[in-house]
């Protein structure tokens, strides 16, 4: 399993969003197979409440954890 | 940023093209670029319309997807066409709209899943709307209410369910609507059978509820089978109650968890008292081993039928049977388990029953008879003591074999066998009774007696003949009483011709002694003929001997009795019968026998035909043992009066008597010996029958003899017969005699003596004569001092008679009578008479002068 990390701090959205849904699109495949996993580094915090959602809508699954000065948004297959 | 930057130009161009294509006409420069100035604030502005347009489609989709619009500042316009934000976004949508249809994909399949659940539920489900119609319902609650209907959903329920025509204002699922919250209800009954209901409110997110679910549970079949259970268990509750068993269960610690009703009622305990008491307060405090077999019980160690004791509240005991099991549940122990019944009235009436049964077992033991009874084959089931004796055969040995072996009767006269009563009884079914004397029973040991018997059946309330009993007696010894009192008889009939003979027999005696006497005191001492006259004397004393002995057979042969002592009179007698024998001759004669009351002359004469016999039978010498003792006899005795007897034995080491000679040694005339009269021992039980007394033998053949006699004791104070004193010479007296009898020799001869004596004799031959004679010398100087009167005189008046006249005449006359018959009632009682003394035929001088003396000088 891959992990494809983006760091998008300082990005507000809705630029982080779209940044992460174009990754989402270009790896939708491999996410989907489950041989991919998306990791976002964010500091904006209204893309907490965006990016899961969406990925959520699309058929994915999105954890988010708190880190020091950061989210790590990580998005996979629902199992 | 660079890229994006460059890119800008291809969209430029791609704006541009349109105006290239607008100017078909080829107009002036100027107004070519004015038109083209125009143009191009036309197109700038339509191209910044278009980027507006764009950034607000971009706004419309990332709200949309939930994000802020785009801030102008933070994308320039080319940027933005570079980022290519609705491909970002449309290619997002294509994965949502993706993501849905396999959403919606497995949402149909949940549905038709929920359909199928829906319709193959164990349970009616019915969603009906507010006005309840039904919305829907599944295969299962169209069979339990729809069954021969047709059912268009919107029909509402309770014309379709309820079978109502208005809906019910009570119906407690439409409060369902109002209250929001589920219901259950449990037995609801709609058409005979039973449902558990359950009502749930299809709640709507604003709280409203358009719709209930409700679920149908038929529990019909449930509630049927809890009813059988419950019927079934107040059935079995009231065999419980009911039962007159006592019933109980019973913790392993001895606590009590349930009685029924008998057990409360026998034990006396009140339900209430139950759970206060335990099994120990039941098991009797005696009965130690109860305890210990429940604790047996409670381990599983025993089991099935028990009997014992039990203890009520007011301390009465019980004796119950029964049977207790233990009782698992999970394989552990968690009772005893018992059924008990009240044997106290069976016990009792088996003990009274076995009490009766020894009653008659002592009974039977005691009864004089030998009783035996049998099955109906005939087979021997009780023999009592005297049957066993009687037999020989015991009960043990005897139970169960046929009565024919243990009772062999044999036919006395024949010698066949008889057959067994018992046999003909089972065959005539009719009791039999027998006395004839000519069945003997043959013992074990081969002894033979004599019996008679009576056979009964047994019969049964239902008249069933269920056995036999056999009563019988051993009759030897009354057959041989009987044969005694025949042979007595005839004893009785010779002593009457005996007697007769020896009446006239003795007279002549009388006169030949009387003569004899005479001579030898008339001839002189030296004469010769001495020798002949003593050896008269002698046959005379010999003759006189057998004619006492045939008198004693003759009526009115009473002993004259007195009281007296045996022992000198056994042991004269005895004496004087071994005289010449060379037999030795032993005595055990105690000094303190009792008198007895007896005729002297006749018991020496019973002692001495006795001992004579002994001395007979045994020729080669032998040995002879007399001995005496006091005896009671008690009232059982078969001949002997109830009393106190003095019993003389008589042993001899002789010849024996043969059996077949026993009973017959009594009877007059049997004799075994050539010179003997076969008298004496008949004379020897006239005499001892006369003094009230018995006479026995025992006899073993060639070993010996033994005699018994039975002498009646006399009680009172013994009285001195004046006779007794015995003179041994005659003495001369003086005085003159009236001497009557109608033998005139007799006459003469006492005359006589009379006169050697020193009296003087007149003679009467009969009682007038000496009437006349004594009164004549009464009224004269000369009265008769003493008067001897003859007591029977044929054809003329008596002594008896006699004495009676003579005594109205004189009171004062004195009187001796005279007999042959020394057992005549009046020879044995003369003062009763009124003689004063006694004198028996024949007499010698001494005797006629010891009688004389007495009476008149009372010496
Ligand atoms: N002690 C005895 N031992 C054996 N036999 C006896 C004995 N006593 C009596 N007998 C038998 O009894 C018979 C009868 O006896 P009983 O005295 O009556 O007559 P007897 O002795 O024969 O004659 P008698 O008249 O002279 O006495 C005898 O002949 C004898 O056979
Ligand atoms: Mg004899």
Request: aromatic fraction near 6%; include cysteine; charge should be negative.
């Given at each position: 399993m891959n992990i494809i990390e983006f760091d998008i701090?300082?990005?507000?959205?809705?630029?982080?969003?779209?940044?992460?849904?174009?990754?989402?699109?270009?790896?939708?495949?491999?996410?989907?197979?489950?041989?991919?996993?998306?990791?976002?580094?964010?500091?904006?915090r209204d893309s907490m409440g965006t990016i899961p959602e969406s990925a959520a809508n699309m058929g994915y699954k999105t954890t988010v954890t708190k880190k020091e000065g950061y989210y790590l948004v990580e998005i996979g297959s629902e199992e | 940023m660079n890229s994006e930057r460059d890119k800008k130009p291809s969209i430029n161009s791609r704006a541009g093209k349109p105006s290239s294509e607008l100017s078909p006409d080829y107009l002036s420069l100027k107004d070519t670029i004015e038109q083209l100035a125009r143009e191009n604030i036309e197109l700038s502005s339509k191209y910044s319309a278009a980027i507006q347009y764009l950034r607000n489609k971009i706004d419309q989709l990332l709200t949309v997807m939930g994000t802020t619009p785009l801030k102008p500042e933070e994308l320039d316009n080319t940027t933005l066409i570079e980022t290519d934000p609705i491909g970002i976004i449309s290619n997002s949508f294509v994965q949502i709209l993706k993501h849905l249809h396999k959403t919606n994909e497995k949402l149909k399949n949940a549905n038709q899943e929920i359909t199928a659940i829906f319709d193959s539920a164990g349970a009616g489900i019915l969603v009906i709307n507010k006005e309840m119609k039904i919305l829907a319902f599944n295969t299962k609650l169209g069979e339990y209410f729809f069954k021969d209907k047709t059912i268009f959903l919107g029909q509402p329920c309770y014309e379709t369910i309820c079978n109502f025509q208005n809906p019910l204002a009570e119906c407690p699922f439409r409060k369902v609507f109002q209250s929001g919250k589920t219901l259950r209800l449990t037995g609801w009954v709609i058409n005979n059978r039973y449902y558990d209901i359950v009502c749930a409110p299809i709640?709507?997110?604003?709280?409203?509820?358009?719709?209930?679910?409700?679920?149908?549970?038929?529990?019909?079949?449930?509630?049927?089978?809890?009813?059988?259970?419950?019927?079934?268990?107040?059935?079995?509750?009231?065999?419980?109650?009911?039962?007159?068993?006592?019933?109980?269960?019973?913790?392993?610690?001895?606590?009590?968890?349930?009685?029924?009703?008998?057990?409360?009622?026998?034990?006396?305990?009140?339900?209430?008292?139950?759970?206060?008491?335990?099994?120990?307060?039941?098991?009797?405090?005696?009965?130690?081993?109860?305890?210990?077999?429940?604790?047996?019980?409670?381990f599983g160690e025993k089991s099935g039928r028990v009997e014992t004791i039990f203890i009520t509240k007011s301390g009465r005991t019980i004796n119950v049977e029964g049977n207790i099991g233990t009782v698992f549940s999970?394989?552990?122990?968690?009772?005893?388990?018992?059924?008990?019944?009240?044997?106290?009235?069976?016990?009792?009436?088996?003990?009274?029953?076995?009490?009766?049964?020894?009653?008659?077992?002592?009974?039977?033991?005691?009864?004089?008879?030998?009783?035996?009874?049998?099955?109906?084959?005939?087979?021997?089931?009780?023999?009592?003591?005297?049957?066993?004796?009687?037999?020989?055969?015991?009960q043990e040995q005897a139970n169960g074999r046929p009565i024919t072996e243990v009772l062999h009767l044999i036919e006395e006269t024949s010698r066949t066998i008889k057959e067994n009563p018992v046999s003909t009884l089972l065959k005539s079914r009719q009791t039999i009774t027998l006395s004839a004397h000519n069945t003997l029973l043959a013992a074990r040991d081969e002894t033979e007696r004599l019996i008679s018997y009576s056979v009964s059946p047994i019969i049964d309330r239902q008249s069933n003949i269920i056995g036999t009993v056999l009563v019988f007696q051993d009759v030897t010894e009354k057959r041989n009483t009987e044969e005694k009192l025949l042979k007595a008889e005839k004893i009785e009939s010779v002593g009457v011709l005996a007697g007769g003979l020896a009446h006239d027999f003795n007279n002549l005696l009388s006169a030949i002694m009387g003569n004899v006497e005479l001579a030898t005191m008339e001839l002189d001492p030296n004469d010769k003929a001495h020798e002949s006259l003593s050896r008269a004397e002698k046959a005379i004393a010999m003759a006189t001997e057998l004619a006492y002995q045939l008198l004693?057979?003759?009526?009115?042969?009473?002993?004259?009795?007195?009281?007296?002592?045996?022992i000198e009179l056994t042991r004269d007698s005895a004496d004087f019968a071994l005289r010449g024998s060379n037999i030795r001759c032993s005595f055990d004669l105690p000094d303190d026998l009792w008198k007895v009351e007896i005729d002297p002359g006749q018991i020496s004469q019973v002692i001495n035909n006795i001992v004579l016999n002994a001395v007979h039978a045994m020729p080669e010498g032998g040995q002879i043992h007399i001995s005496a003792g006091n005896i009671v006899i008690g009232y059982d005795h078969p001949e002997l009066k109830q009393g106190r007897y003095v019993k003389v034995t008589i042993k001899d080491t002789g010849s024996g008597i043969p059996k077949e000679y026993l009973q017959r040694i009594f009877e007059p005339y049997f004799t075994t010996k050539h010179t003997g009269s076969g008298l004496g021992l008949a004379s020897t039980y006239s005499i001892m029958k006369r003094h009230d007394g018995l006479i026995e033998v025992a006899s073993d053949f060639g070993k010996g003899t033994t005699f018994s006699v039975y002498l009646p004791a006399c009680l009172g104070k013994i009285e001195l017969n004046p006779l007794d004193v015995e003179k041994p010479s005659p003495e001369k007296g003086r005085g003159k005699i009236l001497l009557m009898d109608d033998d005139e020799m007799i006459r003469l001869t006492a005359g006589e003596m009379l006169k050697q004596i020193g009296y003087k004799g007149v003679g009467a031959a009969e009682g007038n004569e000496a009437i006349?004679?004594?009164?004549?010398?009464?009224?004269?100087?000369?009265?008769?001092?003493?008067?001897?009167?003859?007591?029977?005189?044929?054809?003329?008046?008596?002594?008896?008679?006699?004495?009676?006249?003579?005594?109205?005449?004189?009171?004062?006359?004195?009187?001796?009578?005279?007999?042959g018959y020394s057992d005549d009632a009046i020879m044995a009682n003369y003062r009763q008479y009124g003689f004063s003394g006694v004198l028996t035929k024949p007499y010698r001088v001494k005797d006629l002068s010891s009688v004389l003396r007495k009476v008149i000088f009372h010496k």
């Open positions: 701090r300082g990005q507000i959205c809705p630029s982080t969003l779209l940044t992460a849904l174009k990754a989402i699109n270009d790896h939708s495949r491999q996410i989907t197979d489950g041989t991919v996993k998306l990791a976002f580094k964010t500091d904006n | 709640n709507h997110n604003n709280g409203e509820v358009p719709s209930l679910i409700l679920l149908y549970l038929d529990i019909t079949e449930h509630i049927r089978m809890e009813q059988a259970l419950r019927q079934s268990e107040e059935k079995y509750r009231d065999l419980f109650e009911n039962a007159n068993d006592m019933i109980q269960s019973i913790a392993p610690d001895g606590s009590i968890q349930y009685v029924n009703r008998a057990w409360r009622e026998v034990l006396e305990y009140a339900q209430e008292d139950i759970p206060n008491i335990s099994v120990f307060d039941v098991i009797h405090p005696d009965c130690s081993e109860c305890g210990q077999a429940f604790k047996s019980v409670v999970e394989g552990k122990l968690v009772g005893t388990r018992g059924i008990f019944r009240d044997i106290t009235e069976r016990k009792k009436a088996e003990e009274l029953l076995s009490s009766e049964k020894e009653r008659l077992a002592v009974t039977l033991r005691s009864i004089g008879d030998g009783v035996i009874a049998t099955d109906t084959d005939g087979n021997v089931v009780l023999m009592n003591k005297i049957s066993e004796a009687l037999t020989g055969w015991s004693t057979f003759s009526k009115g042969g009473a002993p004259i009795k007195k009281a007296a002592s045996i006349e004679k004594y009164k004549t010398a009464k009224n004269s100087d000369e009265p008769f001092d003493a008067v001897i009167l003859d007591l029977t005189i044929p054809g003329g008046m008596g002594g008896k008679e006699t004495i009676r006249n003579l005594l109205e005449f004189d009171a004062g006359v004195k009187a001796i009578v005279s007999s």
